[in-house]
């Protein structure tokens, strides 16, 4: 079992940015990539961006440009920098967790609201 803590988010203005973190424990050597997704209400959980752990990524498109992924392996946490935040932005952000993009750990969720 992997257990994911979140961290961070808020609330913020458009234009602003946040950062939100997530921290793995327990059986990190059956993962190789984390990554966040994000659900606004009425919204189906959707992929925002994902590392692996030799530091491949991918970015949904609508975030590309504006958001960062990054990984710290010594530490098992992955960061996820929000730059020109939009209204549309706004869910509740997850920590994911698994072994060849088939996520399976997850966490309890951050809320990220931003403001028009």
């Known amino acids: 079992q992997v257990q994911l803590v979140e961290s961070g988010g808020g609330l913020v203005q458009a234009g602003g940015s946040l950062s939100v973190s997530c921290a793995a424990s327990?059986?990190?050597?059956?993962?190789?990539?984390m990554g966040w997704y994000r659900q606004a209400p009425g919204k189906q959980r959707e992929l925002v961006a994902a590392i692996t752990d030799v530091g491949s990524r991918i970015y949904a498109d609508s975030v590309k440009g504006r958001f960062t992924i990054s990984r710290d392996n010594a530490k098992n946490t992955v960061a996820l920098q929000m730059n020109s935040l939009k209204p549309e932005d706004t869910a509740v952000y997850y920590c994911?967790?698994?072994?060849?993009?088939?996520?399976?750990?997850w966490g309890r969720g951050t809320q990220v609201t931003v403001s028009s």
């Open positions: 327990g059986s990190i050597f059956s993962i190789n990539a």
């Open positions: 994911a967790a698994g072994r060849n993009n088939r996520y399976i750990y």
